[in-house]
Nanobody, 125 residues
Framework: QGQLVESGGGSVQAGGSLRLSCTAS????????MGWFRQVPGKEREGVAG????????KYADSVKGRFTISQDNAKNTLHLQMNSLKPEDTALYYC??????????????????WGQGTQVTVSS
């Protein structure tokens, strides 16, 4: 049984940085794409950043462009999200996601088949 395990969330003041990590294990096939999503209570889950694992091509939500960077460590089956210049509106539960097919693009929830349990990021002003 495969799983995605996130780590690295926490509390930080506005302007600070955090680095999220997601390790994939137990899957018998490789993932075509991986991504980070976030959700706050009462709102839909939104795509933050995604990456096609073979090409390294990435996509970012407009709200995080220039501040967040998604990267992968293929040797360790790990996905990272470096978050700089954090703002209070970045506060959310952040999820790692993966798919062997990524049929609807990097930004859409329905593209992803596997999800982590989430890690909380809280940014105070």
């Amino acid at each position: 049984q495969g799983q995605l395990v996130e780590s690295g969330g926490g509390s930080v003041q506005a302007g600070g940085s955090l680095r999220l990590s997601c390790t994939a294990s137990g899957y018998s096939y490789s993932m075509y794409c991986m991504g980070w999503f976030r959700q706050v209570p009462g709102k839909e889950r939104e795509g933050v950043a995604g990456i096609y694992t073979k090409t390294g091509s990435t996509k970012y939500a407009d709200s995080v462009k220039g501040r967040f960077t998604i990267s992968q460590d293929n040797a360790k089956n790990t996905l990272h999200l470096q978050m700089n210049s954090l703002k209070p509106e970045d506060t959310a539960l952040y999820y790692c996601a993966a798919s062997p097919w990524c049929s609807s693009g990097l930004s859409r929830v329905e593209s992803y088949n596997y999800w982590g349990q989430g890690t909380q990021v809280t940014v105070s002003s």
